[in-house]
């Protein structure tokens, strides 16, 4: 497809592949197997730019919009899904929360060091027991006293959690008022007490970046931390997911592609009865079903990343996108392994835990069944899926830039 891009995003490509071949590569089992998060590896993706190519380039960004955003995650998941778990959190979800929502001062104080890497971001929305259900089961609640605010609650897969230093936490401010009670705080683990991180054992899944049961005893948030006004919480956080679809699909793509680069390269090396098992029918079959499929993803996730850089209603787009991408990675990381056959199972092999992280992006970041509800209601004209486009009234960074509206201030 790259005949069919702007000019820049080959480029782009071919400097992620170097910077994960050069630096990520080579000392990424050494994190696993230590249980440690790469912060240096980190710092060093938000100074190549990896994090900031949907934010100006006052706040730290490059400004190059969606769809570099997707050929960076694409290729750094392609390249190690493990380390490519830092991204939505440096590059997508967190910062994008602060700066629809926050105000200027907070977006220029957290944004600028998020997508540099010098601070590992996170956002926490769902509850044990909510799962898909993020505002029913929400019972986390902030109280105010004084200038302060204290939280208490829980959360659940809590990414980053453990090693936030500046995050995005979301509960409710009025148990009684639905919607429009959730509200959203900027959060410093680090400064304040009542935070609490236990790291959740997931088979097959990193030991260096990790989800977190989260659990919150008084927590501490000043008030000029709250995220807009009391009760602007759901708001924001469904305008940040929207974009975080796209780009987590990307992952689920990256994911894809490693998994049939590995099927192909075993089914050329593996030899039976003289010949390679990419010689028999059986395996061509599966391939080609598997290369089908990564090129349907990729066409949707591009086309997804490109209206959003048009400003145009992507909502309907970015669910068909994850839910494809999701499938996609499933089907591939399946076939992939079964090719495999019993050294699929093996730790020896990149795709035993390319097929864990397969089911994780099947039920993370909007479960598919989700996905597909909001396919169909708009399908059957129920619930059009890009009803509220242009409506939120919150700050976009492809169309706004905090700097001038500082300037303007002043």
């Given at each position: 497809m790259d005949e069919f891009l702007p000019e820049e995003i080959p480029a782009i490509r071919d400097s992620v592949i170097k910077f994960m071949e050069t630096q990520v590569n080579p000392v990424m089992d050494g994190y696993e197997e230590r249980g440690e998060a790469p912060r240096d590896l980190v710092l060093k993706a938000g100074e190549a730019g990896f994090f900031g190519a949907v934010f100006p380039e006052s706040v730290g960004g490059t400004d190059l919009g969606y769809l570099a955003a997707v050929v960076i995650q694409e290729e750094v998941a392609r390249n190690d899904i493990r380390f490519a778990a830092c991204l939505n959190?440096?590059?997508?979800?967190?910062?994008?929360?602060?700066?629809?929502?926050?105000?200027?001062?907070?977006?220029?104080?957290?944004?600028?060091?998020?997508?540099?890497?010098?601070?590992?971001?996170?956002?926490?929305l769902t509850e044990p027991g909510g799962g898909s259900d993020a505002l029913g089961a929400m019972k986390t609640v902030a109280k105010r006293e004084g200038d302060v605010y204290k939280i208490n609650g829980s959360k659940m897969w809590a990414s980053l959690a453990n090693e936030t230093d500046v995050g995005v936490l979301v509960c409710k401010t009025d148990p009684d008022a639905g919607a429009k009670g959730v509200s959203a705080f900027i959060v410093e683990p680090k400064k304040y007490p009542g935070w609490t991180a236990q790291p959740v054992?997931?088979?097959?899944?990193?030991?260096?970046?990790?989800?977190?049961?989260?659990?919150?005893?008084?927590?501490?948030?000043?008030?000029?931390?709250?995220?807009?006004?009391?009760?602007?919480?759901?708001?924001?956080?469904?305008?940040?997911?929207?974009p975080g679809r796209v780009t987590v699909a990307a992952k689920a793509l990256g994911i894809a592609r490693a998994a049939f680069d590995e099927a192909v390269k075993y089914a050329n090396e593996r030899v039976i009865k003289g010949s390679p098992i990419g010689k028999f029918q059986m395996i061509q079959s599966d391939i080609a079903d598997m290369s089908a499929q990564i090129e349907a993803s990729r066409t949707l996730i591009y086309h997804a990343a490109q209206c959003l850089d048009a400003n145009l209603p992507s909502n309907r787009i970015a669910s068909i996108a994850k839910y494809h991408a999701s499938l996609t990675a499933k089907f591939v990381a399946d076939k992939a392994q079964q090719i495999f056959g019993g050294y699929g199972l093996s730790t020896e092999y990149k795709i035993s835990y390319l097929k864990a992280y397969s089911d994780m992006f099947y039920t993370g970041e909007g479960t598919a069944n989700v996905q597909k509800i909001v396919i169909a209601e708009d399908a059957l004209g129920y619930k059009l899926a890009d009803r509220h486009h242009g409506s939120s009234t919150l700050r976009n960074p492809r169309l706004s830039d905090v700097a001038r509206e500082l300037q303007g201030a002043e």
């Open positions: 959190q440096q590059s997508s979800t967190c910062p994008n929360f602060i700066y629809y929502g926050g105000t200027p001062e907070q977006v220029m104080k957290y944004v600028p060091n998020l997508v540099a890497g010098k601070t590992i971001g996170m956002m926490s054992p997931m088979m097959g899944l990193s030991k260096a970046f990790r989800t977190n049961a989260l659990f919150l005893d008084d927590f501490t948030v000043p008030v000029e931390n709250l995220i807009g006004k009391e009760g602007d919480g759901f708001k924001i956080a469904m305008r940040a997911l929207q």
